[in-house]
């Protein structure tokens, strides 16, 4: 008997959440109601993602959380879907025919669930209004890139009374100060990741992060843990150093990772909060930069986050809403049971319950 788990799987037994399957799994004869209600349903995927943020202010929220921001690629083989290009995708590792996607990551501790989302419109696009409306693109919309994206974002969750004390995210997102600006003005701590190109200033002279990092000094190396992982302690040597800060009573770094091995594997990160925060905080959030990683692994095994059959830019935001949404419940639920003994239900039983209840109302 097939069992399903609600603390380590999805909600049902279906290998991909796609129409058929789903619609199969419904008792549904074909999936047409299931494809009409995510590629033209009357409903407002924006509302639902408010739902969700009110669930996981409810559920999950915490005055020290931390908002992470990173994006994921779709793999595609058409040119009709919404935003689809030749583009890099860190999911392929290389340039792909493929959609991105920006995320927002909610993390308190070892609880992590993505709360907002948005669908990458590339300028090429943008620039071809037939295109954009053939792909259901508004056609007020205009250019975004990712890291206004990821600000809108970060800005959403701030006025919609989300708590959190930090944000982090890669170089795409450390690379671009009006998100730092907007944290600093906000009183929020943050932990991003740089690249070589990017300058800061130390005292009166500026630097680029490629020549700071090419005359650290090796007795200042110190080993700090990021936290725990599948092996262990994820273990790393830190090097900082303080760069000019405008705001009193706190402090802004740029800040080293060294691999242990290999030490020609060297990360940079422009690093801010006030003048008690302990250079650990900054580490630990680094290590919680990765929660996002894991998220979109969990949320394209068990819920179907890239299993959608829309091409609109409507539908894709409906689907993957939803697959936000049951990853946040299940998250929820995992907490909730994950002490108890043998909290599993059978997926024939459930099924049954539904079909019953299915019936009286028709």
């Known amino acids: 008997m097939q069992k399903c788990y609600y603390s380590k799987s999805g909600l049902n037994e279906a290998e991909r959440k796609n129409g058929w399957q789903m619609s199969e799994i419904l008792g549904e004869s074909t999936p047409y109601r299931m494809q009409q209600f995510i590629g ?7 509302e639902l993602r408010d739902v969700l943020q009110k669930y996981v202010k409810e559920k999950i929220q915490d005055e ?3 908002l992470v921001v990173d994006e994921t690629g ?25 959609q991105i996607g920006v995320f927002m990551n909610y993390a308190v501790n070892d609880k992590f669930c993505c709360i907002d989302r948005k669908l990458y419109i590339p300028k090429q696009w943008t620039d071809d209004k037939e295109r954009c409306s053939k792909a259901g693109i508004p056609e007020e919309y205009q250019f975004e890139t990712k890291t206004q994206m990821a600000l809108e974002m970060i800005k959403r969750a701030y006025e919609n009374g989300i708590p959190f004390e930090w944000a982090t995210g890669d170089s795409v997102y450390g690379a671009d100060s009006r998100i730092q600006k907007y944290l600093e003005e906000k009183d929020k701590k943050y932990m991003f990741a740089v690249s070589g190109k990017e300058y800061v200033w130390i005292g009166f002279r500026q630097y680029s992060v490629k020549e700071i990092k090419g005359h650290l000094d090796e007795e200042k190396w110190v080993r700090i843990s990021t936290g725990n992982g599948t092996k262990g302690e994820k273990e790393f040597e830190w090097q900082y150093m303080e760069v000019n800060c405008n705001i009193e ?16 594997q060297i990360r940079g990160y422009i690093a801010y909060g006030n003048c008690e925060t302990k250079m650990e905080e900054f580490v630990k959030t680094a290590g919680i930069r990765w929660t996002i990683e894991m998220n979109f692994a969990e949320m394209k095994r068990e819920t179907g986050l890239d299993q959608y059959e829309v091409r609109s830019y409507d539908g894709w935001h409906k689907h993957i809403t939803l697959s936000c949404l049951a990853h946040a419940f299940l998250t929820v639920l995992r907490e909730q049971f994950e002490n108890l003994p043998d909290m599993s239900i059978t997926y024939e039983n459930t099924m049954e319950d539904f079909k019953k209840k299915r019936k009286s109302k028709l």
């Open 40 to 46: 033209r349903g009357r409903w407002s995927a924006n």
């Open 249 to 264: 009573n706190h402090r802004k770094y740029l800040i080293f990772r060294r691999n242990l091995t290999d030490h020609s």
């Open 64 to 66: 020290a959380a931390v």
């Open 74 to 98: 779709f793999l595609k083989q058409g040119k009709m879907s919404a935003g689809v290009q030749r583009q890099y995708s860190g999911t392929a590792g290389r340039i792909e025919n493929c």
